[in-house]
């Protein structure tokens, strides 16, 4: 069975600074996606950003880049030039393709404050 | 189109109460996903719909839950003699179909069972 682990309940940043969440998973399939969700407070539940596991190139999208690295089941992610509105609950969470249901499976979460 | 939305918001049930709660996805999705998330953890898969067949149920769908989506649109989620067990936030995911697509979330139903 797949598991994903975020090992950082909470984390803080000053405004502007980077912050890097981590993420580790385990699984024994090859072709797999990964991703980050953001849930803000009271809010639903956003994708931030997405990798495939077949690309060896990491994802970036906007301030927002991961650091996937396939061998040691590790997908991090790194949020730079932060903002009050990063502030939430961000998700990994695992895919596996061969699972027709394309269910996601997420880790426990961690709470992200920005300081102003 | 609004994105995904769940209704009520907010439920407060008494134990052994049976309750039912709605998702109406993204119109022309045709997968549907519940998740249950409960305080400090991720959300956790329960079911998932393509249109109106029931594919998938988590053993945590225990036999008090039962959903359904007829006609491939809305569902609905029902639990039976709810316990306090129960209490929980239930998301409603929608997508189409193939592992590419991104599934959105709508904003929960949290139920609280005293």
């Known amino acids: 069975a797949q598991t994903v682990t975020q090992s950082q309940p909470e984390m803080s940043v000053q405004e502007a600074e980077t912050v890097t969440l981590s993420c580790t998973y385990d699984t024994s399939e090859n072709n797999y996606y990964l991703f980050w969700y953001k849930q803000p407070p009271s809010r639903q539940m956003i994708l931030v950003i997405r990798?495939?596991?077949?690309?060896?190139q990491n994802a970036t999208e906007n301030r927002f880049s991961v650091n996937f690295q396939k061998a040691a089941k590790s997908f991090s992610l790194k949020i730079s030039d932060s903002q009050l509105g990063d502030t939430a609950m961000y998700f990994c969470?695992?895919?596996?393709?061969?699972?027709?249901?394309?269910?996601?499976?997420f880790g426990s979460g961690t709470r992200l404050l920005v300081r102003p | 189109d609004t994105g995904v939305s769940q209704d009520p918001r907010h439920k407060i049930t008494k134990r052994g109460q049976n309750v039912t709660f709605r998702c109406d996805p993204i119109s022309e999705h045709n997968r549907l996903y519940w998740y249950r998330q409960t305080l400090g953890q991720g959300p956790e898969f329960l079911t998932y719909f393509q249109n109106e067949a029931q594919l998938e149920k988590s053993r945590l769908l225990s036999d008090r839950f039962s959903a359904e989506r007829p006609k491939g649109s809305f569902s609905t989620l029902e639990i039976q003699r709810t316990e306090q067990g129960d209490s929980a936030m239930y998301l409603c995911?929608?997508?189409?179909?193939?592992?590419?697509?991104?599934?959105?979330f709508g904003p929960g139903t949290r139920l609280t069972v005293l």
């Open positions: 995911a929608s997508s189409m179909g193939g592992a590419q697509n991104e599934q959105f």
């Open positions: 969470a695992f895919m596996k393709h061969a699972d027709s249901s394309y269910k996601l499976i």
């Open positions: 990798q495939e596991a077949y690309k060896q």
